[in-house]
């Protein structure tokens, strides 16, 4: 099982960037696909999630209405749009799947920088 992130940065505040997570080694169509952050100093906390039976995501009330979760099962990728990005948006951001016969996955990790 692969995991795969990129897309992280520097970004100045306001700005945008489109994490991807490209995997591997299990049926994507049945993982619930998940990216979690974690700041220095601080726990890793749940960002956003996109359930394997389509039609629902979650978000932390932090970036409601500024980050989107998606999905291409054509690609076994899963994507955060992240638009609007605050200081406070700096992290690690993980893809994480929940695959329900395989288990849990974690990938590297990716760095975004919010700054000016």
């Known amino acids: 099982v692969e995991l795969v992130e990129s897309g992280g940065g520097l970004v100045q505040p306001g700005g945008s960037l489109k994490l991807s997570c490209a995997t591997s080694?299990?049926?994507?169509?049945?993982?619930?696909m998940n990216w979690y952050r974690q700041a220095p100093g601080k726990e890793r906390e749940l960002v956003a999630y996109?359930?394997?039976?389509?039609?629902?995501?979650k978000y932390a009330d932090s970036v409601k209405g500024r980050f989107t979760i998606f999905r291409d099962n054509t690609k076994s990728t899963v994507y955060l749009q992240m638009n609007n990005l605050k200081p406070e948006d700096t992290a690690v951001y993980y893809c994480n799947a929940y695959h329900i016969t395989r288990g849990n996955f974690w990938g590297q990790g990716t760095q975004v920088t919010v700054s000016s």
């Open positions: 080694g299990f049926t994507f169509h049945y993982a619930d």
């Open positions: 996109d359930a394997s039976t389509g039609g629902s995501t």
